[in-house]
């Protein structure tokens, strides 16, 4: 199985930050990563994929980047909606894996 | 809008078998395959596996000899059974589409808790 890991596993920010959440797969996966928001107690929400594909909808503060083993997830400009955990996936090949997460919290 | 939604057992005990299943409601049926992912508490998503509309199944090697995925497209339904559950498997379950287009888990259901416990 591919291993992806997340760092870093939590990250305090300020309202009007940027933030950059990285993630790492344990062989080469292409472009083939996707990106999720998880609120507490919600389903997740696709943000990105491809790497770097905006899902419809998805306001343009998000940003993806990367290839290979190693990806970027960029958040511009902090809201209060969006403090959330996210999480990588690949689906370069089964099984399909995820991260362990990251937790976005208000400093 | 396509939406999914979820139902089944929450709480199981020992060496049950857990059964959901998910509904789609708006959209086509056919041309994805719908997925199934789980997420124990205070801990990341695990993929659990997936149903193509024509019955073409993928599963996670991990939990491939208990588990079973099924489809009924005359209902627009899709189903997981997970065989001799244990405490480890008691996550919030949830259904999603799998769009191989864009490609991208988009939809998903709003999860199901399932506890197992004696």
Redesign the interface.
């Known amino acids: 199985d591919i291993q992806m890991t997340q760092s870093p596993s939590s990250l305090s920010a300020s309202v009007g930050d940027r933030v950059t959440i990285s993630c790492r797969a344990s062989q080469d996966i292409s472009n083939n990563l996707a990106w999720f928001q998880q609120k507490p107690g919600k389903a997740p929400k696709s943000l990105i994929f491809s790497a770097s594909s905006l899902q419809s909808g998805v306001p343009s503060k998000f940003s993806g980047s990367g290839s290979g083993t190693d990806f970027t997830l960029t958040i511009s400009s902090l809201q209060p909606e969006d403090f959330a955990t996210y999480s990588c996936q690949q689906y370069n090949s089964y099984p399909y894996t995820f991260g362990q997460g990251t937790k976005l919290e208000i400093k | 809008q396509v939406q999914l939604q979820q139902w089944g057992a929450g709480l199981l005990e020992p060496s049950e078998t857990l059964s959901l299943t998910c509904g789609v409601s708006g959209g086509s049926f056919s041309g994805y395959y719908w997925s199934w992912i789980r997420q124990p508490p205070g ?5 659990i596996g997936e149903i193509s509309h024509t019955g073409s199944t ?5 939990l491939k000899s208990r588990v079973t995925i099924s489809v009924d497209t005359s209902k627009r339904q899709f189903s997981l059974k997970v065989s001799s559950v244990t405490a480890a498997d008691t996550a919030v379950y ?1 259904c ?1 589409r799998w769009d191989d287009g ?5 939809v ?4 199901t808790t399932v506890t197992v416990s004696s």
């Open positions: 801990k990341g998503l695990e993929w993928n599963y996670n090697p991990s949830y999603a864009l490609p991208s888990m988009d998903w259901g709003k999860g």
